[in-house]
Nanobody, 122 residues
Framework: QVQLVESGGGLVQAGDSLRLSCAASGRYAMGWFRQAPGKERDFVAAITWSGGSTYYADSVKGRFTISRDNAKNTVYLQMNSLKPEDTAVYLC???????????????????WGQGTQVTVSS
């Protein structure tokens, strides 16, 4: 059974940084999404199976960095210059094993973590 476990969320002030981690039970192309209360789930960032390519939502480009450690089957989301509008539950997601490309569409991901709360105060 595939498992994805996020960690690293918390309460921070605007301008602070956080690093989220997603430990997977295998190696997959991965993405980070977020969902604020009453809003749809939005794409944040994605990384290919190899880690050679990354993709970002315009709202986080230049502030967030997705990376992976394939030896640990772990994907990270480094979040800098956090803003109150970044407040959301952050979820990591994994694609089916034979899909090695990244995607910004949540429907392309089969496996999901339980989410970690990120709250940014002004």
């Amino acid at each position: 059974q595939v498992q994805l476990v996020e960690s690293g969320g918390g309460l921070v002030q605007a301008g602070d940084s956080l690093r989220l981690s997603c430990a997977a039970s295998g190696r997959y192309a991965m993405g980070w999404f977020r969902q604020a209360p009453g809003k749809e789930r939005d794409f944040v960032a994605a990384i290919t199976w190899s880690g050679g390519s990354t993709y970002y939502a315009d709202s986080v480009k230049g502030r967030f960095t997705i990376s992976r450690d394939n030896a640990k089957n772990t994907v990270y989301l480094q979040m800098n210059s956090l803003k109150p509008e970044d407040t959301a539950v952050y979820l990591c997601a994994g694609r089916l094993a034979n899909y090695r490309g990244a995607s910004c569409y949540d429907t392309d991901y089969l496996y999901w973590g339980q989410g970690t709360q990120v709250t940014v105060s002004s």
